[in-house]
């Protein structure tokens, strides 16, 4: 690894996928600024294919579109010297990650949490899927990656959908290799895995497998073989999720089976009608249910990650003034960042300076001799 890409310098590895590995960066500039973000770069083995490095670049200019609380943030793109995708930094974890770390406590995700994040997610696609371009015409996203690898779950309790490197669009005239599809193959759409054509509903069923797991803290298509699992979507005849967790409500059981169908027309119609759906039931489940609540559940499944926060009774922590004065003494006044910056501005344009000052000299002698020889003639 180069210690620096662009402006980020590399820190631990985050995590990893099919194409592309995911590290904690951070960039930093003049008067003590600092961001961390997320840098994705294409695998090693990978950095010669065309075909993955445009499927990155669509990634990045797709996802730089999107604007929602519930998608990550793109910040930044280049190719130098390396392909890379700067993305907001999400301190948390994966919702796979929290599906087996309950599956080793031998508990499950609560039904409230689970609307809550599903809802997230599913207005996260809404925003996706409904995006027009400039001009107002439908850009056609379409994910076709969703699985509990793409949520990611923030400390604060905030889901997130991310990871759009499979993303469809329609201006996205890139073909698979051979037109086999690519993903997570036991989260895709009979149709999707068949090869056909994909559009938003593909999304949901992907959604409903999610849901149906996080409910019942296993796997709904236990194997990862493509083959396999095109016989299994073939039927589509899948356990209801109370079958497996009794605490699950009948309408969000028939939720889930509804995204689950194997023909896109008796899906839901919209991932905002699952979200509007998934709200309302939450409401009459647990009113009040909120960030807070899957904040202190991750806290509980994930002691190891230091996310406690003090009891919202205790007043928040603060430095005491010996600690005040010494963040003061390191902090670079406003002063001392303007007589800095106008010292680099001196120093990079002395040279520049020193050319004007002579050019100016010279134009006002050949102004004097000039005046002199009118005056002579004359």
């Not at 690898?149 to 991310?162: D, F, I, K």
């Not at 599809?181 to 509903?201: L, N, W």
Request: charged residues 25%; proline residues 7%; glycine residues 8%.
């Amino acid at each position: 690894m180069p210690r620096t890409i662009g402006p980020y310098e590399i820190g631990s590895r985050l995590g990893a996928g099919g194409m592309a590995e995911i590290f904690l960066a951070e960039t930093r500039s003049e008067g003590g600024f600092r961001r961390k973000v997320a840098l994705k770069l294409i695998r090693k083995e990978f950095r010669g294919n065309a075909v993955l490095l445009e499927r990155f670049l669509i990634e990045a200019r797709t996802q730089a579109r999107l604007s929602h609380p519930n998608i990550v943030k793109v910040l930044d793109f280049g190719i130098e010297p390396e392909p890379f995708i700067a993305l907001e930094h999400v301190e948390g974890v994966s919702a796979g990650r929290l599906l087996f770390r309950m599956y080793e406590l031998r508990q499950r995700v609560d039904v409230s949490a689970t609307m809550l994040i599903a809802t997230g997610v599913a207005q996260a696609l809404d925003h996706a899927h409904k995006l027009l371009d400039d001009e107002g015409t439908p850009l056609g996203i379409v994910h076709r990656d969703l699985s509990p690898s793409n949520v990611l779950l923030s400390a604060s309790g905030h889901p997130y959908l991310t990871d759009f490197g499979l993303v469809q669009v329609a201006d996205n005239i890139l073909e698979t290799y051979g037109a086999i599809p690519v993903g997570t193959f036991c989260y895709m759409a009979p149709e999707q895995i068949a090869g056909g054509h994909v559009d938003a509903r593909a999304d949901l069923f992907s959604l409903g497998v999610v849901l149906w797991e996080m409910l019942t803290t296993r796997q709904l298509i236990p194997t990862r073989d493509r083959d396999e699992v095109a016989r299994i979507l073939a039927v589509a005849d899948f356990p209801r999720p109370s079958a497996v967790n009794p605490e699950v409500p009948e309408d969000l059981d028939e939720l889930t089976m509804q995204c689950l169908r194997r023909d896109p027309e008796g899906r839901p119609p919209s991932a905002e009608a699952v979200s509007v759906a998934l709200q309302r039931m939450a409401h009459e489940r647990a009113p009040g249910y909120g960030r807070e609540q899957l904040a202190k559940t991750l806290r509980w499944a994930f002691p190891e990650r230091a996310w406690a926060r003090p009891p919202a009774t205790d007043p928040a922590p603060q430095p005491s003034a010996d600690e005040r004065a010494k963040l003061a003494t390191r902090a670079p006044s406003a002063l001392s960042l303007k007589a800095a910056a106008l010292r680099e501005w001196i120093r990079k344009n002395a040279t520049a300076a020193i050319i004007v000052g002579v050019l100016l000299g010279l134009t006002a002698i050949l102004s004097f001799i000039a005046g002199l020889l009118v005056s002579a003639l004359g």
